[in-house]
């Protein structure tokens, strides 16, 4: 296992060490939240595909493989799908309008009356996200070091919270390449390969597991349809999400780019349900799905690579934690924090907004990582904040994007009516139940339409303002703000 530590050690030390590379690029806050938008394709392929293919996507896949065979893979493959219509039908528009968070953009398109709801909403949504990421530390030091799981949590989540505080988006679109790169080369062109070896090959997997392993319906239509509703409609909105979107330097970046991402996840989520096929056939007795990946990888890859691999799993674990840290700070910061300044401040007043943004992601990280240590099983939570984002959120994104006649009462009412229904459904039919999201994303549609029909349309001042930035003709304000302190080349 020397080789092995070898491997984890320099993977973790050569993170660090790009954090302080992107403290010294991150002079402005354009630098620190969005890479001072000038992404090339390959780093926003790169970095896009590595924030959505976290610790779930990896060894939950895996499990999912293990427990219903190909159609295991439907979970994240509509991660894929969402990344995809996220990236044709919208990133180039929300690329355009310069904001830095899903707030700002409700703020402009609903004339400032609808952003600090759902600021409040998904700073909780990236909160729970960022605690399951760095959970997930705890499985995979475990399996490296044997450590106790409050430490594995600290060590774990130090690294990121490091690495993220000292350098903001550069960092982590930097170290997220490098994870990028890691996990293709762990899981697709390593443990793939060889697990499939391991099991005999897919004719010996066919003959020693059931038929429905290799059923693509196999999980369940309903089961696919919640997947979709969650998932996919979560990647259209979620601010972990748009941030990366803003960190293109241009239309054709955010729509190619994201759309190479989303089908490198499809491919990722074939990969991952053919890993846990196999290790059905290799371990047929496991105690729980979600062990395959780490059992797979312990007792059938050979010294080194079995690091690499491993190195894997943890660099998609940092990748989503990172992102979601530096979502859940920036929502948290400009959103929330900003409003209350505003109000207890001279609005004149100068500060440092680099050293704010680097303040509020050090606090959300000592934040997620004593969440973590306290919570035992977070599924549930993580489902409480999806169901909240999903139904409480996307009917006045996408109505806002999409519909003219929406008005800041309407989007007001949907996020209320869909947050209490599905709160309420939840508490009548359980937390992991369909129901709530079922019908609580029809009850935010019917309240936005309704409401928004019955009250005075949005001002034509307010979608004048709306089209131009949409059509990236921001006002010099705007433009002045992201400003840089020096010239920096575009990241190809």
């Known amino acids: 296992m020397a080789v092995d530590y070898l491997v984890i050690v320099v993977y973790l030390a050569g993170m660090l060490a790009m954090g302080w590379w992107g403290m010294r690029r991150a002079k402005s806050k354009s630098e620190f939240l969005v890479a001072g938008r000038r ?9 896009m595909a590595a924030i959505v293919l976290g610790g779930a996507s990896t060894i939950g896949g895996v499990g999912l493989g293990y427990q219903y065979g190909l159609s295991g893979a439907w979970m994240v493959f509509t991660i894929g799908l969402g990344l995809l219509a996220l990236s044709v039908f919208f990133s180039a528009r929300i690329a355009r309008l310069k904001v830095y ?8 398109r609903y004339g400032g009356r609808a952003g600090i709801i759902s600021g409040v909403v998904m700073w909780a949504y990236t909160l729970m996200l960022a605690v399951t990421s760095t959970i997930a530390y705890a499985t995979i030091f475990d399996v490296l070091f044997d450590i106790d799981r409050a430490l594995a949590i600290v060590l774990g989540g130090s690294i990121v919270v490091a690495y993220s505080t000292l350098g903001g988006m550069w960092s982590i679109t930097l170290t997220d390449m490098v994870q990028f790169v890691v996990k293709t080369i762990g899981v697709l062109l390593l443990l793939l390969p060889i697990a499939v070896v391991k099991a005999g090959g897919f004719g010996e997997m066919r003959d020693r597991l059931p038929a429905e392993y290799f059923d693509p319906l196999g999980i369940g239509g309903e089961t696919i349809f919640t997947y979709v509703l969650i998932y996919t409609f979560g990647m259209l909105i979620g601010q972990d999400i ?15 780019g ?21 290790a059905k056939v290799l371990y047929p007795e496991l105690g729980s799905p979600d062990d395959a990946f780490a059992t797979i990888v312990k007792d059938e890859l050979p010294i080194g690579v079995r690091g690499l691999v491993l190195a894997a799993a943890l660099a998609a674990v940092m990748s989503t934690s990172s992102g979601a840290l530096i979502a859940c700070a920036t929502v948290a910061n400009n959103d929330i924090w900003a409003r209350l300044r505003g109000i207890v401040r001279p609005s004149g007043e100068q500060h440092d907004e680099v050293k704010g943004n680097r303040a509020f992601i050090l606090l959300m990280g000592l934040a997620v990582i004593g969440t973590a240590i306290a919570l035992n099983d977070v599924v549930q939570a993580l489902t409480v904040a999806y169901n909240l984002l999903v139904g409480g ?32 459904l939840m508490a009548a039919y359980g937390i992991l139940a369909n129901e709530p999201i079922y019908y609580g994303l029809p009850a935010s549609l019917a309240a936005y339409v309704a409401v928004s029909l019955a009250t005075r349309p949005t001002d034509e001042a307010v979608l004048a303002a709306w089209r131009d930035r949409l059509a990236g003709r921001a006002p010099a304000s705007a433009s002045a703000s992201e400003s840089v302190s020096e010239p ?5």
Request: hydrophobic share 50%; glycine share 16%; with cysteine.
């Open 258 to 278: 994201g759309t190479v991402a989303g089908t490198y996840c499809l491919a990722y989520a074939l990969a991952g349900a053919v890993i846990g096929t196999a």
């Open 488 to 492: 920096v080349p575009h990241a190809q």
């Open 101 to 108: 968070t899903v707030s700002e953009m409700l703020d402009l």
């Open 242 to 256: 748009w941030q990366r979107v803003f960190t293109a330097r241009g239309d054709r970046t955010a729509r190619w």
């Open 39 to 47: 992404l090339g394709p390959a780093l926003y392929s790169g970095t």
């Open 393 to 424: 959120l996307l009917v006045p994104i996408l109505g806002g994007l999409l519909w003219k006649r929406g008005t800041a009462q309407g989007a007001l009412a949907a996020v209320a009516v869909g947050g209490l229904a599905v709160v309420g």
